[in-house]
């Protein structure tokens, strides 16, 4: 297409790391599961045999087929909370290719949604409707972690929807269902998901005879990208969006690209200097170890991997970079379990127990007691495994492949990890090795905004909270301060991964009550304006 | 996908009418070339010998291969003004799916373009760059009859680039070169146009590191539709657009769908009410002399058709629908060369030719002097063939038949041709059976907003120009008054099919002048906007 790459990486950084950013750091959930390829045996072999150029949790699920896990296998429920919301499932029949006109473009799937009308004031009141942007998941498990549309649609008598993106939980393509390749995959799109929510809401408002009904969008991380784009795309169809932990920026070179690790690291270094630095330490320490007789075997009884778990230095820098990074995300100050089960606090939590083992202790002993923080947080899980999936998440390593391309870089000067700088030609080379097809990096700054996106919503966005947690590196690619009146930014200092859509509960502090106050204010007055604009476009 | 159809006919009407509405009646050309058919033989035949699902210069053209025609082939010049623009054609290389990563999709195909920078002001002054968003034809044919542009640009110091549309002129992908299905077709979409003209403006701006160099959009009729809904989609990229007779509500029932024949009649009865009564009356005049013995021998040799064209009924029917709709359409107040060599003020032109022969004359010798001041205005032509299509407009034939359904009547109240209700099903009959394929009759008032697009251009719009002439019957569908303080409609009582784009005449009316001054100020005020922004975001 003409578009200068971006440059070359000054420095040679291991492509372990980049493989983690790009393929592990999804949103929500480290471990992905595997995709099926469609190269032949050889390639396959290859790429098996070679770390560099798959992950170890996805080599190992190719070799294995496993997806057992010391994770339980149910998402319905936020086990932390007890919160059991009720919701019909029901099914739409969505378009395969919304964009194209091919005979093949015109299959079908069965796309879910879940549906809660009990509060709803009906269509004659022209009461609203909240629906939730689906991420890269199982939508019960994004239904059963998003309480505050739950909490709040009461009182604006709202009808509750989420529907789930197409290709995950239960709304994935015939073509798709057992074979994964860039065939089958292509048509998972953020425009095609876009266009299935469009298509979706006004079937549902049709059959409601609720066209005058507004639409209030909610979405968190990608869901949250979503809602915002869709308010950019489809105005007609959304009055407003809520777009939580939404890192729209994190495209081309639009913030900076050591960003991400650099908030991880800061989150560990303000629990703890010496949290920071054994970190930071620890990833020349386990490499001597591999160096040493038995060294995978040594690692492996020091971590508490399984017996059938290969440990090689690669699984078990994924599973570290996992752990980190996960906690500083959701780093909520109630226990959770949202990703895994947690303790309240967990970054300050890992470093405790880092630090409260006795002095002169190994420097890997205390790395994994800050790990089982992540990983054994119930402490219940007797050894772990390296490969689970619990929320369906796997896909996601598609979408980074394609259009979802975000780059990161890890700087020595303000990380704990080990330094690496983004290169797209590595990029291409993994995505073209691993998938076939080649990424198109600068896609999505073409559809949606690049370095004048803030012009760009100044001028025709409207009715969209960007609501940020400064603990959650994902702020990064954020939209920190306000735009305009009604395009607004809530940044909180202590707020993790999307933590204003969860569910109140009694331990929240006053920051994140007040937050959610905001953001109802903003909504009353999306529908405020918009009632009143229809009064004046119809007096009777 | 669950969306009610439009209600059924409530009279049945000839399906013929129907037909010439949905093949025929294009923007801006009437006389369509075979698309290839991918069904068997005996399917082909069946069209061609059962006339009411195939218009007759398709059968024709499918039966003959001809292209020759009365018409010069060359669409490089306008020849009535003598107007020649020099420019260089470059190629791009364009991605054939945007929409989706299949690796089908990565296909690319070279986009043809036209540039002339001769005036341009550069880079570094941030000089604009004026972009014709090319629609359903040849560029240099629109590139010829867009005079409007090549005539400002100096004022501005602005490039000019005219981007001609995927499956048009030289910008045809491999796959559709010589076999037109669904599946060759099925990227054939103002979508994916949509994208093109975003990834090659991008690429244009880059290559002359003209980042800041700021875009105006012009486009006519469907072209000008693109141009207004790219900046709705594309606000980032073109800063205003110049929406010339673009009938942006001809969808769904926006619009009263009686309203297009209504205008073309109007426009007849305006210049002489015996003249739209002849033309109401020829119907079923012509229909009585095919009744006759030898009729279609009469008929040929009364309408000075060639001696190997078969003029059954349905033939010649299109054929006098085409002169009616397209003297309305261009009904321009000098001599043109647009669609034919046609003298100033058509539609007046034509109802003198027919009141012109002496009293007592046949109706039908008073049709055949009214349709020659269309099909032989300049007197050359020896007979009539009824298939060509030098501008190269086939395929929006399967536009219509996908997204672009615009849906029309013709109401006997107020229109001179036969009774027709608009029938959702029998569009979806006919695109069936020619193209083995249904409209997604909904889709474009999903993508571009429907009942509420007024809303959403006035919150969410800016800088657009709809420009119409209420002799245009597409003016229909356009936006007639303004929406906001900038998205402006100019209407103009005498204008005719995107006027106001053409080259200055010295013979223009003071109105097409005056329109001319606005259409330059509201450019300015968005240049001035632009540059203003620029200055304030960087004051060095």
Known sequence: MGWAPLPTPS????????????????????????????????????????????????????????????????????????????????????????????????????????????????????????????????????????????????????????????????????????????????YLTSEQALADYAGLIRDLKHKHLAEDSPVVLFGGSYGGMLAAWFRLKYPHIAIGALASSAPILQFDDLVPLDGFYRIVSEDFKNASTSCFETIRDSWDALSTVYEESRGQEKVAKLFGFCSNVSADLWSVQDFLYTAWVYMAMTDYPYPTNFLQPMPANPVETACKAMESLPQGSDLLARIVAGANVYYNGTGQVPCFQLSSDPHGLALWSWQACTEMVMPMSSNPNNSMFPAYTYSLQSTIKLCSDYYGISPRPHWITLQFGGPDIRQVLKRFGSNIIFSNGLLDPWSNGGVLSDISDSVVALVTAKGAHHVDLRAATESDPGWLVQQREEEKKHISRWLRLYYADLRAARPT
Chains 1, 2 share one sequence.
Request: charge should be neutral; glycine fraction near 6%.
């Open 11 to 186: 420095s040679p950084a291991p492509a372990i790391i980049f493989l983690i950013i790009l393929l592990s750091f999804t949103f929500e959930y480290s471990i992905a599961a595997a995709p099926s390829i469609s190269s032949n045996g050889a390639g396959l072999l290859h790429r098996l045999t070679h770390p560099p150029f798959t992950p170890a949790h996805i080599r190992a699920s190719l070799l294995h087929h496993q997806s057992s896990s010391h994770i339980p296998k149910s998402s319905s429920s936020d086990q932390s909370h007890g919160a059991i919301y009720t919701y019909k499932t029901l099914f739409y029949t969505q378009t395969l290719d919304h964009f194209s006109f091919t005979p093949f473009s015109y299959r079908t799937f069965r796309q879910r949604y879940l549906v809660n009308d009990e509060h709803w004031g009906g269509a004659r009141r022209r009461a609203p409707i909240f629906v939730y942007c689906g991420n890269e998941g199982d939508i019960e498990w994004f239904a059963n972690n998003t309480g505050f549309m739950w909490e709040i649609a009461p009182l604006y008598s709202a009808m509750v929807v989420f529907i789930e993106h197409r290709y995950y939980g239960q709304s994935i393509p015939d073509i798709a269902q057992s074979n994964h390749t860039a065939e089958t995959l292509g």
